[in-house]
């Protein structure tokens, strides 16, 4: 109870200095928040902005399983060989380096305007980072474990199960938390200049009318969905966790 009404004190605090602000700043950069807040309780029941955050929740998603799929695939073999590691860790760095923007690019001149450019772009921003952890967890597996294992002819399936598996589950909630909530990010600013649907082209939209509290609402609708992402995929881990850990 104490860390909810924490919690709540929280947003109110963050509601009146919201509120004070807008008293001081012009109402076409900082919105009132009950204007704000009565647009977003529109949003929730209007169909076609839940379709528009419908189509943004499947790019995050589709995008997501990518980074994790391919990410981990790419680490296991990185972190078991040191010397394609030290081959591809620049071109791995380099991806990381590139910005957004330059992405952009490259996925309009490629593809145009539509969905396939906001999951492109936030595949190749995470990327890295899935796969440069998953080669980090790698590193830290116990090779005496490993070592015994293989003297006393342990399955292959319960050496993966209890000692690749259990010691990789760690690094791969670390993956998962870090990068979900960059996953809306990059997809929202990937639709808001790239996309042809979604939360991204709404905001957009409310810029093009210059209506401010139209584009925080929907900030804030894309806020609420991705805290919501997040605390759901952590429950999901900590559940796996405990049935998948190490015995």
């Not at 900082?30 to 949003?43: D, M, R, W």
């Not at 979604?198 to 805290?227: H, K, P, Q």
Request: aromatic fraction near 12%; charged fraction near 15%.
């Amino acid at each position: 109870m104490k860390g909810l009404s924490r919690a709540l004190t929280g947003i109110i605090v963050f509601l009146v200095c919201w509120q004070i602000l807008s008293f001081f700043i012009s109402r076409v950069i900082i919105p009132v928040p009950s204007e704000t807040l009565g647009l977003l309780g529109e949003h929730l029941t209007n169909p076609r902005m839940l379709e528009a955050a419908l189509q943004t929740a499947w790019k995050v998603g589709l995008a997501l399983v990518l980074v994790l799929l391919l990410g981990i695939i790419a680490g296991l073999f990185l972190g078991i060989s040191e010397a394609f590691y030290e081959m591809f860790r620049p071109i791995i760095m380099f991806i990381q380096a590139v910005p957004v923007v330059s992405w952009l690019t490259l996925v309009i001149f490629a593809w145009g305007v539509g969905w396939r450019g906001p999951v492109f772009i936030t595949f190749v921003s995470l990327l890295p980072t899935a796969v440069l952890t998953t080669v980090s967890g790698m590193r830290n597996l116990d090779k005496d474990l490993l070592e015994m294992a293989r003297v006393y002819r342990v399955p292959f399936n319960k050496v993966f199960h209890y000692i690749y598996w259990g010691s990789l589950l760690p690094f791969i909630a670390a993956i998962i938390d870090v990068t979900i909530g960059q996953a809306w990010k990059v997809v929202l600013v990937s639709e808001y200049l790239a996309g042809g649907s979604g939360l991204g082209v709404e905001i957009f939209n409310a810029r093009m009318v210059v209506d401010s509290a139209g584009a925080w609402s929907v900030t804030l609708m894309a806020c609420i969905l991705g805290i919501t992402t997040e605390r759901l995929v952590k429950y999901l881990l900590r559940r796996m966790s405990k049935r998948w850990g190490p015995a």
